[in-house]
């Protein structure tokens, strides 16, 4: 029984995140509804007409309904994920939010630093290394990150820091492209010495600033929970 209950508890929890992302992602593309639906209808309808052309339409239709649904909740997953994105790339602490959804051997400690301006530095603990994440204009949080460095360096010596830039600016890497620039940095830390440096430095860094008063933007936590299991 117990067994049970978990399992129902877990469907509708993927039920209502499902439904969430639904409304997330029509709200800037608000025609998401008709589009999947009509990706629908044109496969299964090839499909049940190439069945009739055939001789097997019943066969040939359930095929088609099949591929069609699973068309449309490709295309679902695709404009979800660009609408996450979009929702949060000016949002602050929207980098935060995208490092903190991947999976794997990350650790993503927002707003290690923070200005007035909402210009701040987020740090990535990962077999990289140490990668420092800004967020602001590139004359604002060149000294920030160039600070952050110099500190985190005081405690890891001889751990690999990489600075990223996040923004539109030249120079700087747009938002939806973190996660897979993160992904494709060489290793130089073993899982455990990756783990190693996160103890260090939660251990021996100054509490972090805290990010902008208030809760996480609803946008931010809609994406975090959007990427989280579409990219790794």
Same mark, same amino acid.
């Given at each position: 029984m117990a067994k049970d209950? #978990?399992?129902? &508890?877990?469907r509708f929890a993927w039920v209502g995140q499902m439904r969430d992302n639904y409304r997330m992602t029509k709200e800037v593309y608000p025609s998401l509804g008709l589009t999947m639906f009509g990706i629908f209808i044109v496969i299964f309808g090839i499909g049940l007409a190439a069945g009739f052309l055939i001789g097997n339409p019943i066969t040939f239709g359930l095929l088609g309904a099949s591929l069609g649904l699973l068309?449309?909740?490709w295309f679902?997953? !695709?404009?979800?994920? &660009?609408?996450?994105?979009r929702q949060v790339e000016d949002q602050p602490g929207g980098a935060a939010a995208v490092a903190e959804s991947m999976r794997g051997n990350w650790s993503t400690t927002p707003a290690v630093a923070i200005t007035k301006n909402q210009d701040m530095v987020h740090r990535i603990v990962g077999r990289p290394g140490v990668i420092l994440i800004s967020e602001g204009p590139p004359s604002r949080v060149k000294h920030m990150l160039s600070g952050e460095k110099k500190?985190?360096?005081?405690?890891?010596?001889?751990?690999? +820091? +990489?600075? *990223?830039q996040i923004g539109t600016e030249e120079?700087?890497?747009? +938002?939806?492209? *973190?996660?897979? !620039? *993160?992904s494709k940095m060489p290793k130089a830390l #073993?899982?455990?010495?990756? #783990?190693?440096?996160r103890r260090r430095l939660d251990a021996t860094a100054q509490q972090p600033a805290s990010v902008p008063k208030?809760?996480?933007?609803? %946008?931010?936590?809609?994406? &975090? %929970?959007?990427?989280r299991g579409r990219m790794g």
């Amino acid at each position: 029984m117990a067994k049970d209950s #978990t399992t129902k &508890k877990k469907r509708f929890a993927w039920v209502g995140q499902m439904r969430d992302n639904y409304r997330m992602t029509k709200e800037v593309y608000p025609s998401l509804g008709l589009t999947m639906f009509g990706i629908f209808i044109v496969i299964f309808g090839i499909g049940l007409a190439a069945g009739f052309l055939i001789g097997n339409p019943i066969t040939f239709g359930l095929l088609g309904a099949s591929l069609g649904l699973l068309g449309a909740m490709w295309f679902f997953s !695709r404009r979800a994920m &660009k609408a996450a994105y979009r929702q949060v790339e000016d949002q602050p602490g929207g980098a935060a939010a995208v490092a903190e959804s991947m999976r794997g051997n990350w650790s993503t400690t927002p707003a290690v630093a923070i200005t007035k301006n909402q210009d701040m530095v987020h740090r990535i603990v990962g077999r990289p290394g140490v990668i420092l994440i800004s967020e602001g204009p590139p004359s604002r949080v060149k000294h920030m990150l160039s600070g952050e460095k110099k500190r985190t360096q005081r405690y890891i010596p001889e751990t690999p +820091i +990489i600075e *990223l830039q996040i923004g539109t600016e030249e120079g700087q890497i747009p +938002i939806n492209e *973190l996660q897979k !620039r *993160l992904s494709k940095m060489p290793k130089a830390l #073993t899982p455990a010495e990756a #783990t190693d440096v996160r103890r260090r430095l939660d251990a021996t860094a100054q509490q972090p600033a805290s990010v902008p008063k208030g809760p996480m933007p609803k %946008s931010a936590k809609a994406a &975090k %929970s959007q990427m989280r299991g579409r990219m790794g």
